[in-house]
């Protein structure tokens, strides 16, 4: 049933540092990939939306990339910050129930001073 | 309003109790969604509506789980013979247009817990 599986499962970095999150996905046939920042005791808000022709995708300081032949993606995080530490959640949509949004259990960001 | 707005934020609950979460969606949102959050895990689909219309309810995981947006707008939730399985955060998010591959946006969710 696992159908997007995402690592590290959590990961702690100092402020300032760089990180990378990734997420595979079983999905298929493919519609759309889209990270997720999911505060504590928040619904999760949208950082980028990927379509399979789609390889690269940036907002602010996150850098998304899909490879839809390996069904990878990452989530790139520059100069991190004290407000980065959330829950990032990978979610995939299927081409026949592209509104079925699949998520994966997230990656647990800590950003310490 | 300016976004989706759920109720009440938190919900206890003994065993064998109905319940019943609201959500209020972004005016004019034509789609709303539920979903279930279990603890550490990412949300997990229950149904979704077109305006008043329930165009999939395959996510509910028993029929004890029931769904309605009778006037296109607000949506209501509801557990009968609460379990403590059914411990959880419910969220609800709307959509303007059918199918977006845009915007969607979650509530804050209702936490639930079965005792």
């Known amino acids: 049933k696992n159908q997007v599986e995402q690592s590290p499962q959590s990961l702690i970095i100092l402020e300032g540092k760089n990180c990378t999150l990734q997420?595979?996905?079983?999905?298929?046939?493919?519609?759309?990939l889209r990270w997720y920042k999911q505060d504590t005791g928040r619904g999760p808000v949208s950082l980028t939306i990927?379509?399979?022709?789609?390889n690269t995708k940036s907002n602010g300081r996150y850098t998304a990339t899909l490879d839809a032949d390996t069904k990878q993606s990452s989530l790139h995080i520059t100069a991190s910050q004290l407000s980065d530490s959330a829950s990032y959640i990978c979610v995939v949509s299927e081409r026949d129930s592209s509104y079925k949004l699949i998520f994966g259990s997230g990656t647990r960001l800590l950003v310490r001073p | 309003g300016a976004g989706v707005s759920q109720s009440p934020r938190y919900k206890v609950a003994k065993r064998g109790q109905d319940v019943a979460l609201r959500c209020d969606p972004i005016?004019?949102?034509?789609?709303l969604f539920w979903y279930q959050q279990a603890l550490g895990q990412g949300p997990e689909f229950l149904t979704y509506?077109?305006?008043?219309?329930?165009?999939?309810k395959s996510g509910l995981p028993s029929d004890r789980f029931f769904a309605e947006r009778p006037e296109g707008s607000v949506s209501t939730l509801k557990i009968q013979r609460t379990q403590q399985e059914d411990s959880a955060v419910y969220l609800c998010?709307?959509?303007?247009?059918?199918?977006?591959?845009?915007?969607?946006?979650f509530g804050s969710g209702t936490r639930l817990t079965v005792v």
């Open positions: 997420c595979n996905y079983t999905v298929s046939p493919f519609s759309n």
């Open positions: 005016s004019g949102h034509v789609s």
């Open positions: 509506f077109q305006n008043e219309a329930q165009l999939d």
């Open positions: 990927m379509t399979f022709s789609e």
């Open positions: 998010a709307s959509s303007l247009v059918v199918r977006s591959k845009g915007g969607y946006t």
